[in-house]
Nanobody
Framework: QVQLVESGGGLVQAGGSLRLSCAAS????????MGWYRQAPGKQRELVAS???????NYADSAKGRFTISRDNAKNTVYLQMNSLKPEDTAVYFC??????????WGQGTQVTVSS
């Protein structure tokens, strides 16, 4: 079992920045692909960024050039640095730890609100 706890969400003006953190329990954090997803009201949950166990990062087109995902395996934590935020980035952001289709976990989510 892996428990994920997100933090760092909040209210920010357009153009501002936030850094989300996701702390994971357990000693096997390094084997998981970690991802950040978001879900806006009335919309499906979508992938924002992911980082493999080897450190390879991937981004949704909407996040490229503005967001940076990173991980610190010593701290069992994954981060999402979000810059140049836009109102359309407003959503609940969820942390995900994925090892296989049978072994993956979600955090409870953290709200990000970007005002115009």
């Amino acid at each position: 079992q892996v428990q994920l706890v997100e933090s760092g969400g909040g209210l920010v003006q357009a153009g501002g920045s936030l850094r989300l953190s996701c702390a994971a329990s357990g000693s096997t954090f390094s084997i998981y692909t970690m991802g950040w997803y978001r879900q806006a009201p009335g919309k499906q949950r979508e992938l924002v960024a992911s980082i493999s166990s080897g450190g390879t990062a991937n981004y949704a087109d909407s996040a490229k050039g503005r967001f940076t995902i990173s991980r610190d395996n010593a701290k069992n934590t994954v981060y999402l640095q979000m810059n140049s935020l836009k109102p359309e980035d407003t959503a609940v952001y969820f942390c995900n730890a994925w090892f296989s289709t049978r072994q993956y976990y979600w955090g409870q989510g953290t709200q990000v609100t970007v005002s115009s």
